[in-house]
């Protein structure tokens, strides 16, 4: 990908590829803002913009190669440390190594990196939708299964929820 049109949009996409906070790459490349939080929103949301996330990672990959680094090479010391975990009876550092080389390898997706609307928006914006207890209990609550018969107990109707 070539280098991004806007200098600004390119200068972010630099510093974040060199490991600097996307708030402060956004202050230093020269955008502002009102309040630090907005900072932060307004940082988040140009990253995420198609062309800067391509940029960003086309860079991010040039350093990799700069240093020698591949994901065989990753894969094979994150390998290394699920054997050291084993060994030392240490089973929570074994499983972030399995994390960390399922995320390396594309298998698990991190929620921030998931795009698209979750959720539908209100029809209203102040609405708020509350389910009655009895809502949540009949899509919530688990199913039990009725008794055998022979258990002491006549079997339970599923519909009203009494004994036959």
Not at 9 to 36: C, D, H, N
Not at 112 to 117: D, K, Q
């Amino acid at each position: 990908m070539p280098v991004l049109d806007n200098p600004k949009y390119e200068r972010f996409a630099i510093l974040v590829a060199k490991g600097t906070k996307q708030p402060e790459a956004f202050r230093k490349s020269g955008f502002t803002a009102a309040t630090a939080d907005n900072l932060s929103k307004n940082a988040s949301r140009l990253a995420r913009r198609p062309e800067v996330k391509l940029r960003i990672r086309e860079l991010q990959g040039k350093q990799a190669e700069r240093i020698g680094v591949s994901v065989d090479m990753l894969v094979g010391e994150l390998d290394q440390m699920i054997r050291l975990a084993k060994k030392v009876k240490h089973p929570a550092a074994g499983v972030g190594a399995i994390m960390g080389k399922a995320k390396l390898l594309g298998l698990v997706v991190d929620k921030a990196e998931v795009e698209g609307v979750l959720r539908r928006p209100m029809r209203e914006p102040g609405e708020v939708k509350q389910m009655s207890l009895e809502e949540w209990q009949k899509k919530f609550a688990p199913k039990l299964l009725d008794p055998q018969p022979g258990d002491g107990e006549p079997a339970a109707d599923p519909e009203k929820g009494k004994a036959r």
